[in-house]
């Protein structure tokens, strides 16, 4: 099993910066992806970017060009870097790392706490 620690999150106003971590503990061999997820009020929870352990990634339309995620495979971390933030980026911010089973096609999801962040108008 993987533990995720998600860390960084606060309240920033509109055009600001924020970095967030995730440090991965347990079973992290097994980790293919590591990406992180956002849940604002009232909306469900969507793919903000992922990264495989390569170094591909993936970063859903709203935030491209403004939202960079990198990956330390050595610290077992994953970050994500947040510029030109908008109050619509406010949300419920979590790390996920997908692990293979050693089966094909069969994968595990872990998740972290959740860190908030606050853009502010």
């Known amino acids: 099993q993987v533990q995720l620690v998600e860390s960084g999150g606060g309240l920033v106003q509109a055009g600001g910066s924020l970095s967030l971590s995730c440090a991965a503990s347990g079973r992290v061999f097994m980790i293919d992806v590591m990406g992180w997820h956002r849940q604002a009020p009232g909306k469900q929870r969507e793919l903000v970017a992922s990264i495989t352990s390569g170094g591909n990634t993936n970063y859903a339309d709203s935030v491209k060009g403004r939202f960079s995620i990198s990956r330390d495979n050595a610290k077992n971390t994953v970050y994500l870097q947040m510029n030109s933030l908008k109050p619509d980026d406010t949300a419920v911010y979590y790390c996920?790392?997908?692990?293979?089973?050693?089966?094909?096609?069969?994968?595990?999801?872990?998740w972290g706490q959740g860190t908030q962040v606050t853009v502010s108008s």
């Open positions: 996920n790392a997908r692990s293979r089973t050693g089966v094909w096609a069969q994968s595990r999801d872990s």
